[in-house]
């Protein structure tokens, strides 16, 4: 088992910046891919930013490209989300997941963090 947790969220202009953790416990994150998801209010969970842990190939949506940075720290175990130019359209709950397929699919998960809220004002 693996426990994720998330931190980093909160209130932010449009124009700013926030960096997300993910931190793992319990085992670390090994051969797994890591990603990030996030759902507003009456929307699906979607596919944000991933990586594969060992190799540290990274992908993300279209829509975060060229604005959010996922990253590693081996000796943390620890994931991170930088996200720039944050735009009101990135509010959300952001979560954290990390699975053996991993991918686009929230299928490829199967271990989820509690989430942490980001808000990006007008």
């Known amino acids: 088992q693996v426990q994720l947790v998330e931190s980093g969220g909160g209130l932010v202009q449009a124009g700013g910046s926030l960096r997300l953790s993910c931190a793992a416990s319990?085992?670390?994150?090994?051969?797994?891919?890591v990603g990030w998801f996030r759902q507003a209010p009456g929307k699906e969970r979607g596919f944000v930013a991933g990586?594969?842990?060992?190799?540290?190939?990274?992908y993300y949506a279209e829509s975060v490209k060229g604005r959010f940075t996922i990253s590693r720290d081996n000796a943390k175990n620890t994931v991170y989300l930088q996200m720039n130019s944050l735009k009101p359209e990135d509010t959300a709950v952001y979560y954290c997941?990390?699975?053996?397929?991993?991918?686009?699919?929230?299928?490829?998960?199967?271990?989820w963090g509690q989430g942490t809220q980001v808000t990006v004002s007008s």
């Open positions: 997941a990390t699975g053996e397929r991993g991918g686009l699919s929230r299928r490829g998960y199967d271990y």
């Open positions: 319990g085992r670390t994150f090994g051969s797994y891919a």
């Open positions: 990586i594969r842990w060992s190799s540290g190939t990274t």
